[in-house]
């Protein structure tokens, strides 16, 4: 079959076009880093990397709700240690006051300054994080304890849960009955009767109140103890999300980011092709116009 200058013509054209579309493609390459900048340019490497890129989405907001339950949980706890610092304070007072040698003066000085811690506690039961009620359950617009309901607990038993990972949850709040109790009863309500016991001059009543501010205290422990066993979680959890978010970062990168050395010797590569066929087409263009004329 001959071959005509046509037809050399058109495959010199084509070979400029297919290493022109070439050259595009690595210089985007080489421009954005990365190796996929359109679909077509690796149907399934793209898909790979939608996939690594929803997973690492997920573990960045699993980490996002593990930081917002670090710093509800630590708020409780330091808030929790303030009151158990009453606590202390009031239980130190009372085992004072039990004594027998103390008389109605000496009771009533002491029972203003278990008003105080009692006031205190009252405040530190209500505490607001990020304007919610720290220990009111799903209630969180609502006051967990007041005076004029005789320190009724007036929230509910609701746990705040988060997802912390695909298949696991946590309850970042603690529900103030759980903490507090409720009523005459409560951690409040004790101190209160403290309160009302001194005033009266009654030994009897504080030597009472001082087994119920001990258990007050070990229940403040307790609790407590759950939540750095929770914060303890959160940390190990936070340091394993934080290896596969590196893993999946670097599968993606091996996907879709640009190998330089590699792009910049194939744009070297790319470059010499189409100087080749700058000259060729020249070549057979000059030719063919000597034809031409002759």
Avoid: C, W
Avoid at 125 to 148: C, H, I, Q
Wanted: negative net charge; charged residues 20%; hydrophobic residues 35%.
């Amino acid at each position: 079959m001959r071959i005509t200058s046509f037809t050399i013509f058109n495959q010199l054209t084509r070979s400029l076009n297919d290493n022109l579309r070439s050259m595009s493609r690595l210089s985007n390459m080489l421009a954005s880093g990365k190796k996929i900048n359109n679909p077509s340019d690796d149907v399934s490497g793209m898909m790979k990397a939608m996939d690594y890129k929803v997973s690492i989405n997920e573990l960045e907001q699993y980490k996002r709700n593990i930081g917002e339950a670090e710093a509800h949980l630590g708020f409780s706890d330091t808030t929790l240690a303030s009151i158990g610092d009453a606590l202390s304070d009031a239980l130190s007072q009372a085992t004072q006051a039990s004594n027998g040698s103390q008389n109605a003066d000496t009771r009533a000085a002491i029972a203003k300054e278990i008003a105080e811690l009692r006031d205190q506690v009252l405040s530190l039961a209500n505490s607001k994080y990020r304007n919610d009620y720290l220990f009111a359950g799903f209630k969180t617009d609502s006051e967990p304890f007041s005076a004029g309901t005789g320190f009724s607990y007036q929230g509910d038993s609701g746990e705040i849960n988060i997802l912390i990972d695909s298949n696991s949850t946590m309850a970042m709040n603690i529900p103030g009955d759980q903490v507090f109790g409720s009523g005459a009863t409560s951690i409040i309500g004790t101190l209160d009767s403290l309160y009302n016991a001194l005033m009266s001059d009654d030994a009897d009543g504080a030597q009472t109140a001082l087994s119920t501010i001990d258990g007050a205290l070990d229940q403040i422990a307790n609790v407590r103890a759950d939540i750095g066993a929770r914060l303890n979680h959160l940390d190990d959890l936070k340091s394993s999300l934080d290896d596969r978010d590196v893993t999946l970062k670097t599968y993606l990168s091996e996907v879709e980011d640009t190998d330089l050395a590699s792009t910049i010797s194939e744009i070297s590569k790319t470059e010499v092709a189409l100087q080749s066929l700058r000259q060729s087409g020249a070549e057979v263009l000059s030719q063919s116009l000597l034809d031409f004329l002759r």
